[in-house]
């Protein structure tokens, strides 16, 4: 076709068959002959370990990147010695996890108390960059602000010569700005404002800042709070050889008793944190109907004590928090050495390494137990809490990093 370019191609590809042996080498060079190798190159050879290898190409890697990978593997570690949970409440939108609820679902007061309660049936969210138990409890001791609080105190002397310092706090104190004592006046004993009873955690007294918040914002509400101190703390010193401890349930009983006394018409109501939750449950369950509380709340309590004590030395985390009660009481310690020294060896409790070291050569001493073991059982309040006959709150932390959730009475509770 006209415009259309052609090719052509041979028909036929011949090769001749006789070649000589110079055109046989132009076509198919022969490899050049490589030099004899001698047994010493194939000793040398054969000795390069596969490791050397490794590492030659192992220190071709950028310094920097081998940085990254350590940091990145640190924060892998971070993530898990931490309990971080950042990553999960991403998924979850942050939309914080649903409060659950265990209760004796035949029981009409319990039945109103989940309906009137809507707390009871929101949602806990954490602030997205403390997404860990751990930091929580880190920066709230490190960073927490406690409101201004200025207490009035009274001393109220033990059957045993004791001394145990109540701090009040009231509304006017808070929002007025006024102080009016509080005595056993007429007019003050015809008072039918609801009296709250705080009473702390281990080694904690009036002065600490969660203290402060929950006494601040209860008096702001209306209620008359009072921080009851254990024994040595609040800044008073020991006046007889008892000490107080995690069963230790006749102070909170006598002092209960006193204050339904002073204020007969006040509805009395008791909020126990930590060991001062165990103490307040373990009351409960010993007095039966026969307590003059209308009503309790426990926050965060141990409920088995042999449990937390294994729980708390069983992850290097947690033995940190051990470590740092530990201080704590022997702190405490420190300042009644004078008594201590006399009742228990002095040199065994200093050098004690853990909460259950102080235990065994102070506190079972003090309190007459055979075993650690025996005072942690005997002191548990979830022995008691079945006994309870009125209403009771209990709040816990499922990841809190002392008090396990592995000891929660679940079954007793409902």
């Excluded at 470590?323 to 060896?345: E, N, P």
Aim: charged fraction near 20%; include cysteine; glycine fraction near 6%.
């Amino acid at each position: 076709m006209p415009g259309t370019p052609t090719f052509t191609y041979p028909s036929i590809l011949s090769i001749s068959t006789k070649e000589t042996p110079s055109q046989r080498s132009d076509l198919f060079p022969e490899p050049p002959l490589l030099p004899p190798m001698g047994c010493e190159t194939l000793a040398a050879n054969a000795a390069v370990s596969p490791y050397d290898l490794l590492f030659q190409a192992l220190a071709l890697i950028p310094v920097s990147h081998y940085f990254m990978a350590a940091f990145l593997l640190f924060l892998i570690f971070l993530y898990n010695f931490l309990e971080i949970h950042f990553l999960r409440d991403l998924l979850t939108l942050f939309r914080g996890d649903p409060v659950t609820l265990t209760y004796n679902s035949c029981s009409d007061l319990c039945q109103s108390v989940v309906a009137k309660c809507k707390i009871l049936h929101g949602r806990y969210s954490v602030t997205p960059w403390l997404s860990s138990p751990h930091l929580q409890t880190a920066f709230l001791s490190i960073f927490g602000r406690a409101p201004p609080v200025t207490y009035r105190r009274h001393l109220f002397r033990a059957l045993d010569g004791g001394t145990i310092a109540l701090d009040w706090l009231t509304y006017s104190d808070v929002v007025e700005g006024t102080s009016r004592a509080i005595d056993s006046s007429a007019a003050l004993k015809g008072d039918k404002t609801p009296i709250m009873i705080v009473i702390p955690g281990l080694t904690s007294d009036s002065a600490s800042a969660y203290v402060k918040h929950l006494a601040f914002n209860m008096a702001r509400q209306g209620w008359n709070v009072l921080v009851s101190n254990h024994r040595g703390l609040g800044g008073v010193s020991l006046t007889s050889d008892c000490f107080y401890n995690a069963g230790w349930t006749e102070d909170v009983r006598k002092i209960i008793d006193h204050i339904r006394c002073e204020y007969p018409e006040a509805p009395l109501y008791a909020v126990g944190t930590s060991i001062g939750a165990n103490i307040l449950v373990k009351y409960l369950g010993e007095d039966g109907a026969n307590t003059p509380l209308v009503g309790a709340a426990a926050i965060c309590s141990p409920w088995d004590l042999l449990i937390c004590d294994r729980f708390i030395n069983r992850r290097p985390v947690q033995k940190i928090y051990d470590r740092v009660l530990t201080v704590g009481l022997q702190v405490y310690a420190q300042l009644h050495q004078s008594i201590l020294s006399r009742l228990a060896d002095w040199e065994s409790i200093k050098k004690s390494n853990s909460v259950r070291d102080f235990d065994n050569h102070a506190t079972r001493v003090l309190g007459k137990f055979e075993t650690v073991d025996t005072y942690y059982r005997r002191s548990s309040s979830t022995n008691y809490v079945e006994n309870v006959s009125v209403p009771l709150l209990c709040i816990s932390a499922l990841d809190d990093p002392v008090c396990t959730s592995e000891a929660i009475p679940w079954d007793e509770c409902r």
